[in-house]
């Protein structure tokens, strides 16, 4: 299994969400989705996405 830590670009040190096995995009809307299917939306772009790194970094 794949999961992810999703940071905010312009704040490296800061998470949005740990453990994210699920990313849904609707326009400048994303929702991460945790193993635990807790959920948080923001507002902004997908940067980055490192799958390997378990990484992934939103501008918003």
């Known amino acids: 299994m794949c999961l992810a830590t999703a940071y905010k670009t312009n704040?490296?040190?800061s998470i949005i969400l740990e453990f994210v096995s699920k990313i849904e995009v609707d326009g400048n809307k994303i929702t991460l989705i945790?193993?635990?299917g807790d959920t948080k939306t923001?507002?902004?772009t997908?940067?980055?996405v490192?799958?390997?790194g378990?990484?992934?970094k939103i501008n918003c």
């Open 11 to 13: 704040e490296p040190d």
């Open 34 to 36: 945790d193993v635990m």
């Open 42 to 44: 923001v507002e902004g």
């Open 46 to 48: 997908i940067a980055m």
């Open 50 to 52: 490192d799958l390997t």
């Open 54 to 56: 378990g990484v992934v």
